[in-house]
C-alpha cells in the first residue's frame, strides 16, 4: 500500500511557464513533507519541506502547497527553467519516525525552451 | 570528503553470487540510511541505523539482505543470492540529528545489475 503517491510519472512544460508537481498521502500521522530534485546518475538532493503546521511555505522559485483536509501537497515551480528539468520525489516523515521518509514514485518534470 | 560517499558506483553481477556495497556517510551524521530505486519506481526504504541503538531493519524484503555499520560511520550492505529482481540503484543516506526533521543527504547511489 502506497502512503505517497505522485499520480503523473511525467510532466512537461515550456521554459517561463508554470510547473506544478502534486502528491497525495494516506497516513494522517505524517507531520513533515519534503521534495527532492533527482538527476540522472546522482543522489536526491532536497528542494523544499514545509511542516504540517504550515500550509504554505516559499523558497525563491519553488513553493510548497499543504493542504491537511485533502492529504494533498503540490510544488509549484515559477518560471520554470530547463535546468529544472529532473525528477521530483514528495516525501512524507512523522515524528516518531525519526527522519524515515516515505517518498513517493517521482514525477519526471522536462522544461521545454 | 564532503558528501555522502558510495562505492562501487556499478556493479554488475551473476545471479547467486553475494555484494556488498559501501557507503561513507557525513562526518558527524548519526543517522545512516539505505534505499533502494528499481527502474520506474519510487525509493524504497531498506535500512536505518542512529548511533548505537538496533537499527531499523523493516523495510529489508528478504533475508538475503542485511546492513551493518562499523564505528558509528561506514555502512555496507550485503545482498547474498543475488536475484535478476535486486537490480537497483541502493542509495545511502545520512542526517545529523533524528527526530528533528533534518533533512537526509544522498549518495550517488551504486547501480546494482544482476544477470
Known amino acids: 500500500d502506497q502512503q505517497v503517491k505522485q499520480n503523473s510519472p511525467s510532466l512537461s512544460v515550456q521554459e517561463g511557464r508554470i510547473s506544478i508537481l502534486n502528491c497525495d498521502y494516506t497516513?494522517?500521522?505524517?507531520?513533515?513533507f519534503l521534495w527532492y530534485k533527482k538527476y540522472p546518475a546522482e543522489g536526491p538532493t532536497f528542494l523544499i519541506s514545509i511542516s504540517s503546521i504550515k500550509d504554505k511555505n516559499e523558497d525563491g522559485r519553488f513553493t510548497v502547497f499543504l493542504n491537511k483536509s485533502a492529504k494533498h501537497l503540490s510544488l509549484h515551480i515559477v518560471p520554470s527553467q530547463p535546468g529544472d528539468s529532473a525528477v521530483y520525489f514528495c516525501a512524507a516523515s512523522f515524528f516518531n519516525a525519526g527522519n524515515m521518509l516515505t517518498f513517493g514514485g517521482g514525477t519526471r518534470l522536462m522544461v521545454k525552451p | 570528503g564532503a558528501g555522502v560517499s558510495q562505492s562501487p558506483s556499478n556493479k554488475v553481477t551473476e545471479k547467486g553470487k553475494d555484494v556488498e556495497l559501501r557507503c561513507d556517510p557525513i562526518s558527524g551524521h548519526t543517522a545512516l540510511y539505505w534505499y533502494r530505486q528499481s527502474l520506474g519506481q519510487g525509493l524504497e526504504f531498506l535500512i536505518y541505523f542512529q548511533g548505537n541503538s538496533a537499527p531499523d531493519k523493516s523495510g529489508l524484503p528478504s533475508d538475503r539482505f542485511s546492513a551493518e555499520r562499523t564505528g558509528g560511520s561506514v555502512s555496507t550492505l550485503t545482498i547474498q543470492r543475488t536475484q535478476q529482481e535486486d537490480s537497483a540503484v541502493y542509495l545511502c543516506?545520512?542526517?545529523?540529528?533524528?527526530?528533528?526533521?533534518?533533512?537526509?543527504?544522498f549518495g550517488s547511489g551504486t547501480q546494482l545489475s544482476v544477470l
Open positions: 543516506a545520512s542526517s545529523l540529528v533524528v527526530g528533528s526533521n533534518e533533512k537526509l543527504f
Open positions: 497516513n494522517s500521522m505524517f507531520d513533515y
